[in-house]
Each structure stands twice: as structure tokens, then as C-alpha cells.
């Protein structure tokens, strides 16, 4: 077996369907990769949906309590067989030659932690037709390698060896980056194609709620906290935005009767721009709020005077 694609998934029936119907549409040899989906304890009939397809490539279904996607992608490493695993997540839409395309930088470079691109689309049957859109893609791309673990691919072996993503970590963010150091630390490189380009599916009127968002920042927070703790050094700790203290600080007014005020009237005079601003800055206050946490939590300092 080639290559394990391990996707994690809670409560996306609708687009995980999408998702996998591209997978199984993939160009490279059914009988050389399989798909490994952890199901992280949705409620949304998600199972139903999945004992309804026809995989023609090998295909596993697991299902765990609700623990986080990382722990998931644990799970699904375990199962895996592939010499190469790619990490996608479940509202992911992948072109027919993603999976060719991780592959050949892993058969063109030794020992490698491939990434790919990723553009977003609110179109759940997009044909991947634009090859502009891609080409614009490709060329604004600066952002270089990363371990965003909705696009990546490693050797199975390595994620074995590192013991895969640290479970210490509790909610949203910063697992997969420390991940990635890990693997760094072993010898392997990070290299980006940018013809592994997938497409995020968001519905045009998809809206998260402003204390939903607010309390992924808070988690957030709190695991830069535990990755600075993991990884110290003054790069890591720039990374993890520290600055966000000190302009948490500045911003000591949003969360009174005047920062109320303005917000009353922003609203009332339908101000978009100083409404996503202030938005933006609660956003930046409860991932604040969660390096605060963090800090108390793991008894560390990011700042001398904090």
C-alpha cells in the first residue's frame, strides 16, 4: 500500500460526502491507497451516510468519543498501511491529482514533510476547471512550507516514531505545528507543491458564532502556550503572538460601557469596517485570554512583567 489519506471528522455529513466521492475519483491506482476516516463522535448521521457509499479503493470507518481532531488523526494512524500518510480534513475538496502529487515530491526528495496550497470555494461540486484560478493560486502563494494539517504528507514511519500528534494538547490549534517540529528535529524537510492544491468548501451563508469563535481563540492560546513550554526558544515564542498581551492591554476599553457604545453605534449606523475591526479585536482579547490561561496553567512567563 502506497499512500493512507487519514481524515478526521464532527458533524460534516453533507461535505464529507463531497470529499470523499473526489477521493475515491483520485487518478492513482485504487489498489495503492486507502482512506482511513475517524469519525470524532458526530451526531449528525454521519455513519449512515458513510454505510451508504461504494468505495472502490480500500476504505475504513472508525468512530471514537468526541476528543479533538488530532487525537483522531492518532486513531487513524494506528490503522494505517501506507508508506505515505496525507492529512486532509473533512471539508476538503480534492482535485484528481492530489494524490500523485504528493507523491511525487515524496519519490523526487528523500525524507520530506510535503504541504500543499489551499483556496476556498463555496461551490460543493466544483470541477477544478479553473486552471487560472489555480495558476493565480500558485503564484500568490508565498506562504512557504507549513504544517497546516489539512494538506500534508509524511512517511508513516516518521509519525510512528515521534509517537504522532501530542494528545496533552486539548482543543483547537498548534498540535499540528508541533508535529511538524518534531519531525524537523528528526531530519526531515519541509517542501511545499504548489500543484497540491485543495479547495476548503464554505457555504456562502455558513456563519460561526461570535462566542464560538471567541472560544477556539481562548484554546488556542492556551496550547501556545503548552507548544512554547514543549519548544522554547525566542523564535517560538515570537510565533505564538505574544504581542497579543500587550495589545490586550490597549484594548482594556472594548469590554466596557464604552467599547459597548461604539459597538451600539457601529451597529446602528451599519459601520461593516469598524464592525469586523472590533470584531477582529475581541477575537484578539480571547486569544489573550488564553495565553493568560495558559501561562497560569503550565506556570510559565511569556513576558518578564506577566
Known sequence: ?????????????????????????????????????VDDGS??????????????????YLYQERKGPHIARN??????????VIFIDSDILCPPDLISEHIKYHNRFKDVIVSGPETR???LYDKFQDIEKRKFKKFWDLSGPSFITSNLSVKRKYLIRIGGFDEEFEGMGWHDWDLGLRLTKLGLIPKRNLDAIVYHYKEKRELTTLSELIQKRIERGKNA??????????KIKLGIRVHH?????LLWWLDSSLG?????WAIKNNEKFLLNLLIQWK????????????????????????
Open 225 to 234: 502556550v503548552l507548544y512554547y513550554k514543549k519548544h522554547p526558544s525566542l
Open 121 to 123: 470555494t463555496s461551490d
Open 245 to 249: 498581551l500587550i495589545k490586550d492591554k
Open 43 to 60: 451526531t449528525d448521521g454521519t455513519d449512515k451516510m458513510v454505510a451508504s457509499l461504494n468505495p472502490p479503493c480500500r476504505f475504513t
Open 75 to 84: 486513531l487513524g494512524i494506528t490503522h494505517a498501511e501506507g508508506e505515505i
Open 1 to 37: 500500500m502506497d499512500v493512507s489519506i487519514v481524515i478526521p471528522t464532527y458533524n460534516r455529513k453533507k461535505v464529507l460526502k463531497r470529499c470523499l466521492e473526489l477521493l475515491f475519483a483520485q487518478n492513482y491506482p485504487k489498489d495503492k491507497y486507502e482512506i482511513i476516516l
Open 260 to 264: 459597548d457604545k461604539i459597538t451600539n
Open 283 to 306: 477575537l484578539d482579547k480571547a486569544y489573550a485570554k488564553g495565553l493568560r490561561e495558559g501561562m497560569k496553567k503550565y506556570k510559565i512567563k511569556l513576558l518578564p512583567w506577566m
